[in-house]
C-alpha cells in the first residue's frame, strides 16, 4: 500500500520558515519524481515545486521561486520543501505527490499525500 505522510505545517508568521517533510512507503522512492501543490478552499491546486528522481532540476513556480526550496533523501523515501520568507498568501494545504518518471507541473501526479496545513498570518 502506498503511503505519502505530509507534515511539518503550522501557523507561523510573516517572514518566518517552515520545512515540510513527505515520508513515502510502499514504492521504490529512488524511481519516482516528487512535488509539492497547494491549495487553498474554492481553488484549485497549484503547483508548488517539484524534484525529478535523481534530485536533480527542481523546479519551482514563479510565486515561490528564491524563498522555497525542495530536496529529497533517497535512503530516507523523504523529500523536504524549505519555506523561507513566509507570506500570508503562502497560506494553504499543502500536499506531496508522486510520479513514475519524470517530473511535470500539473497534477499529474499519481500519488498524493493528505496534506498538512500552513497558515501565515501578517
Known amino acids: 500500500q502506498v503511503q505519502l505522510v505530509e507534515s511539518g505545517g503550522g501557523l507561523v508568521q510573516a517572514g518566518d520558515s517552515l520545512r515540510l517533510a513527505c515520508a513515502v512507503s510502499g514504492l521504490t522512492f529512488s524511481s519516482y519524481s516528487m512535488a509539492w501543490f497547494r491549495q487553498t478552499p474554492g481553488k484549485e491546486r497549484e503547483f508548488v515545486a517539484a524534484i525529478s528522481r535523481t534530485g536533480g532540476g527542481p523546479l519551482y513556480a514563479d510565486s515561490v521561486k528564491g524563498r522555497f526550496t525542495t530536496s529529497r533523501d533517497n535512503a530516507k523515501n523523504t523529500v523536504y520543501l524549505q519555506m523561507n520568507s513566509l507570506k500570508p498568501e503562502d497560506t494553504a494545504v499543502y500536499y506531496c505527490?508522486?510520479?513514475?518518471?519524470?517530473?511535470?507541473?500539473?497534477?499529474?501526479?499519481?500519488?498524493w499525500g493528505q496534506g498538512t496545513q500552513v497558515t501565515v498570518s501578517s
Open positions: 505527490g508522486a510520479r513514475f518518471g519524470f517530473i511535470v507541473t500539473t497534477s499529474q501526479y499519481t500519488y
